[in-house]
Structure formats: structure tokens, C-alpha cells
């Protein structure tokens, strides 16, 4: 499940929860009104890009989970591409 919250005066207001299946199937999901892009891959993939901007990927043990913040319009249209520590691209 991810979750995303938004500092306020008042203390973090909770944005949004989604969860997200474990799947083995590369996915990519739009939460919080579109203001974080983030989903699942599988362990061999070590970069995501989406353009020419690089996610940030964190190791849940055998998946990862990669984040870009703030995506621009033209961004949140573009599908993410996953690349292997050779820099070879995984589909």
C-alpha cells in the first residue's frame, strides 16, 4: 500500500492510500492527484526513467518500488522505462 500525506499548519493530512498488487508484471500508477508517479518492479531493475528524469528506487527485497515526485503534464504521459545494472532496458 502507498500513502501520501501533505504537511499542513494542522500537522500531515493523509492525501490518498492505493494499494498496489505484488505482481511480477512491470506497473506504474498515478496517485495524489498526479503529484507522485510510482509502482513495482522486480529486483533486476536498478534505474527507471521516465523521459529523460530518473525515479528514485528503493529494495523491498525481491521487488523495488520507484517514486518521481512532482511529474510535469508532458511526464505523466510518457510510459516509465526500466533499465538493468548493464543498462540494458527490461520490458
Known amino acids: 500500500m502507498f500513502a501520501e500525506f501533505t504537511k499542513t499548519s494542522m500537522g500531515w493530512e493523509l492525501d490518498g492510500m492505493v494499494l498496489h498488487s505484488l505482481k511480477d508484471e512491470l506497473q506504474s500508477a498515478g496517485g495524489g492527484g498526479n503529484r507522485t508517479m510510482y509502482g513495482l518492479t522486480p529486483s533486476n531493475v536498478e534505474t527507471v526513467k521516465l523521459g529523460k528524469r530518473k525515479a528514485q528506487v528503493y529494495s523491498l527485497g525481491v521487488k523495488k518500488v520507484w517514486l518521481i515526485h512532482k511529474p ?9 522505462a526500466f533499465y538493468n545494472k548493464e543498462e540494458q532496458k527490461v520490458s
Do not use: A, G, I, V
Open 72 to 80: 510535469s503534464k508532458k511526464e505523466r504521459n510518457l510510459e516509465p
